[in-house]
Nanobody, 129 residues
């Protein structure tokens, strides 16, 4: 399984950006996909999860109400729509997959990144004026 992110870039505070994660095969019928981010000098953290063919979603408190995770199952693509961006949202964003059929939850988002075997290459998001 391979994952490829796209859509990063530079955006002003308060702006929006959409990230895409294209997988080489359909994952959400038997697995979950997460978006992680890693700011300079900080640990990688989970920010959003999608599973159960796109019907189960969960968000970290830091992005709840501002980020939306969604899927286009026909295109094997998961999106992360980011709105009202803040400088603290700056970092490299990664999508990751696990081939275990689960409902998304806080427990999944707070698991170690080492638990996820499949990763994309990362997309830089910079929020700055």
């Amino acid at each position: 399984l391979s994952l490829v992110e796209s859509g990063g870039g530079l955006v002003q505070p308060g702006g929006s950006l959409r990230l895409s994660c294209v997988t080489s095969e359909f994952v959400l019928d038997g697995g979950v996909i997460l978006w992680f981010r890693q700011a300079p000098g900080k640990e990688r953290e989970g920010v959003a999860c999608i599973g159960k063919e796109g019907t189960s979603r969960f968000y970290a408190d830091a992005v709840q109400g501002r980020f939306t995770i969604s899927s286009d199952n026909a295109r094997n693509t998961v999106y992360l729509q980011m709105s009202t961006l803040k400088p603290d949202d700056t970092g490299v964003y990664y999508c990751a997959a696990e081939a275990v059929d689960r409902y998304c939850s806080d427990w999944i988002l707070t698991r170690s990144p080492l638990d996820f075997p499949f990763w994309g290459q990362g997309a830089q998001v910079t929020v700055s004026s």
